[in-house]
């Protein structure tokens, strides 16, 4: 299985400041019969369901605000919040899709 | 715009199966993994498994022996059985279209499940 590691578990950043998030996994996540980076990012927020942030590593899912970008390839990745909002704290989880079983990063917590 | 709902009981007793569905409303159920995903009480995301449109399965092989994904495209629901289940399968279940190029894009509210 691939094992996905986030770094920080936690971190508190005040409003208008960058956070920065980071997901390693254990083998590369190049699906090669697209040549796409199978990486996800989800925001999950109290009494709500996950949402998807990015996929293919750096692409926003439609309606996610633009400070919200991915970054990274191979197995080293990268999701930053370029201008904290209150709205925004919130478990940030990585995922990778490139194979199966599918499997998450722990998890990192968003405080202000 | 595709939507999900999960449908289930809330409470199971200790070593009973645990049943859930999910019903799909919108778009096509074809060319897409149906997953079930779960969140322990103060703990991550699990990826429980899929089933595809065509009734294949993959299941995560810590629940292999429990678990059954099944899919009925004509009254458009998905539903999970998990067998035996313990304390530690008290959790908030969502299911998920896993669209396989773009993650997992659509997700239900969830349901919680209590063990006891």
């Known amino acids: 299985d691939i094992v996905m590691t986030q770094s920080p578990d936690s971190l508190a950043v005040s409003l208008g400041e960058r956070a920065t998030i980071n997901c390693k996994s254990s083998q590369s996540l190049l699906y090669t019969s697209s040549s796409k980076t199978h990486l996800a990012w989800y925001q999950l927020r109290p009494g709500q369901p996950p949402k998807l942030l990015i996929y293919w590593a750096s692409i926003r899912e439609s309606g996610v605000p633009d400070r919200f970008s991915g970054s990274g390839s191979g197995t080293d990745f990268t999701l930053t919040i370029s201008s904290l909002q209150a709205e925004d704290v919130a478990l940030y989880f990585c995922q990778q899709y490139s194979t199966t079983p599918r499997t998450f990063g722990q998890g990192t917590r968003v405080e202000i | 715009q595709v939507q999900l709902q999960e449908s289930g009981p809330g409470l199971v007793k200790p070593s009973e199966t645990l049943s859930l569905t999910c019903i799909v409303s919108g778009g096509t159920m074809s060319s897409h993994y149906w997953s079930w995903i779960r969140q322990p009480p103060g703990k991550g995301l699990e990826w429980m498994g899929y089933v595809s449109d065509s009734g294949n399965t993959n299941y995560n092989s810590s629940l292999k022996s429990r678990i059954t994904i099944s899919v009925d495209t004509s009254k458009r629901h998905f539903s999970l059985k998990l067998m035996s289940v313990v304390a530690a399968d008290a959790a908030v279940y969502y299911c998920?279209?896993?669209?396989?190029?773009?993650?997992?894009?659509?997700w239900g509210q969830g349901t919680t499940v209590i063990v006891s």
């Open positions: 998920a279209r896993d669209s396989r190029f773009y993650g997992l894009d659509v």
